[in-house]
């Protein structure tokens, strides 16, 4: 059962088996040496929706984050201290994260569309000291500002606040060249780094703690998924407090050498926008959820000029091979999936110079010893359905794994358990190695005597030629205790009718076996979405079972 990395992991003369050092930093470690070997050399291209653009050297990002970091040591920012950041797509994100790292401080990147509630329970929860963020947001924290006692301060990146620190008004105090005050931090690589919150698909996010090693993990992410190196430029579609973003806009890329394009998105999104943006900006190498995609192919690709891109990738959710063929068609380019979470790096994946196959998350990497397991704990045979688990007995943990949870240590006892860490996911391996994902451990339907996979069904929806994004769940049913639901957004143009409900019925018992046909069909403007584009399954259950108005997030 268990997947062992392999000599084909040995690429381009790297080894990919990756190890901890006793002290790292990735600011200084990386960023600052990046800047003192290639002084020119280009580490961000920053654009927003109205046009205007911003350039960043490594050196340019070592000498601001000095600045950034002299300025937090000033107010009262020390080792240790945790650190809220609010910050949407702007170059600020990253400059305070490096200095937060150079001092030895703890960041916690939160999505900027979070409500002032969302927000002072996770202040609350984490016992922050001081709060970072940009104008738009500044007013949500003022809110709730008073609730939080234990926060000494709040600094604002982008302007001038009454009771706000301005990084803006101060910076120019305080050295680009070195971090003032104290001894060059030398972190250890165990020493925590970040804490981040989970999207929280069906109850109130978790708290997870990365140490400073988590960086390093992720050269699987951006080399060996992404297959990065310093002549490419990187685009991540990613919210600036969402795991994936770390994933894609950060550590591994710029380990790699890769430039990052950042593109500030705010306020509603529309999919066609992207299109121009690769193709004005030469991307070679693009990211984004699987709900992006799916919102792309929709968009006649041929009008564009991809001949730059040459990678493609999708995370976060399964993504649909009709949306993936689509796109192929349109490119030239199969998008390859990986597996992870808010919790890991790129600890499955369609890695570079292996077989890809769609719809699969692929094998697993190098070092990361995955199985299947049953409810009790036991290896599940090749082929069925068993909870996915990271194997961390011994002295052995895999680089880029959780350090642990937050506030509430039922949560480290439901998730580690016996040398295993439980990501809480279900999939199956068939016999070459390959994960096929199945859903979260409530996801699986259980109908007449069936276990069915939701991502199996979803996959023959998507297929009909009327659907543009569907999610399945189990829906009570008097004779069989539970049904195949699937709620469905047609393509625009397209109405919902009895025919039309019919003619998907027959359409996914064509596809797959009858069994898995969905009895009862809803169409719906919109699917319930996390806030780092995740379906809300727990939402469409609840629905299933109580009915009532569905509101699309």
């Not at 490096?98 to 030895?104: Q, R, S, W």
């Not at 306020?267 to 984004?288: N, R």
């Amino acid at each position: 059962m268990q997947q062992n990395a392999s000599p084909a992991w040995r690429t381009e003369n790297f080894d990919w088996n990756l190890s901890s050092p006793e002290y790292f930093n990735f600011a200084y470690d990386v960023i600052d040496k990046m800047g003192a070997a290639q002084r020119n050399k280009l580490a961000m291209i920053w654009a927003n929706q109205a046009g205007d653009e911003r350039k960043l050297t490594f050196h340019d990002l070592a000498e601001l984050s000095n600045q950034a970091a002299n300025l937090l040591l000033d107010k009262g920012v020390s080792r240790g201290d945790r650190v809220f950041m609010l910050i949407p797509r702007i170059p600020e994100w990253w400059i305070f994260a490096l200095a937060i790292m150079k001092i030895g401080a703890v960041s916690c990147p939160s999505p900027v569309l979070l409500t002032p509630h969302d927000i002072l329970h996770r202040l609350q929860f984490g016992h922050f000291k001081f709060v970072l963020s940009d104008a738009d947001n500044a007013p949500k924290v003022d809110e709730i500002y008073d609730q939080c006692p234990g926060l000494q301060g709040r600094i604002l990146v982008d302007g001038e606040r009454d009771k706000w620190i301005s990084y803006p008004a101060e910076r120019d105090r305080f050295s680009r060249h070195n971090v003032l005050n104290i001894m060059k931090v030398r972190t250890k690589a165990s020493e925590p780094m970040m804490v981040i919150f989970t999207s929280g698909t069906s109850k109130m996010p978790k708290l997870v703690q990365h140490t400073h090693d988590y960086g390093i993990g992720h050269l699987i992410t951006a080399g060996l998924w992404q297959g990065l190196n310093d002549q490419d430029v990187h685009f991540t579609v990613s919210d600036t407090g969402w795991g994936k973003n770390l994933w894609g806009n950060f550590f591994g890329q710029w380990m790699r050498g890769a430039c990052l394009f950042i593109y500030d998105i705010r306020g509603k999104f529309h999919g066609s926008e992207l299109l121009p943006v690769l193709e004005k900006y030469e991307i070679t190498s693009f990211c984004a959820p699987p709900t992006v995609y799916r919102m792309l192919v929709l968009h006649d690709l041929s009008k564009y000029d991809f001949h730059y891109l040459r990678s493609c990738t999708a995370a976060g959710e399964p993504l649909h091979q009709e949306t993936c063929r689509l796109w192929k068609e349109g490119t030239g380019i199969t998008i390859r999936e990986a597996y992870g979470q808010t919790e890991t790096v790129a600890l499955i994946g369609n890695f570079v110079n292996m077989e890809i196959r769609p719809g699969s998350m692929g094998k697993a990497a190098p070092n990361w010893h995955i199985e299947l397991h049953d409810d009790d704990g036991k290896p599940v045979p090749v082929g069925e359905i068993g909870r996915i688990v990271v194997r961390i007995d011994g002295h052995w943990r895999p680089v880029g794994l959780i350090d642990r949870y937050l506030g509430d240590e039922s949560e480290n006892a439901n998730y580690f358990i016996n040398g295993f860490y439980y990501t809480g996911d279900k999939a199956r391996l068939d016999e070459d190695g390959y994960f096929w994902f199945c859903g979260r451990n409530d996801d699986i339907i259980k109908s007449s005597g069936y276990r069915i996979s939701p991502q199996e069904v979803e996959e023959a929806v998507m297929c009909h030629p009327a659907v543009q994004e569907v999610a399945v769940v189990g829906a009570p049913d008097t004779l069989r205790g539970t049904i195949i639901k699937a709620y469905i957004v047609l393509k625009p143009g397209v109405e919902g009718s009895e025919e039309l409900v019919r003619d998907i019925q027959r359409h996914t018992r064509e596809e797959t076996a009858p069994y898995k046909y969905p009895r009862e069909i809803e169409f719906v403007p919109g699917l319930p979405k996390s806030f780092s584009g995740k379906i809300k399954r727990e939402v469409l259950r609840k629905h299933a079972e109580n009915g009532g108005e569905l509101v699309a997030d």
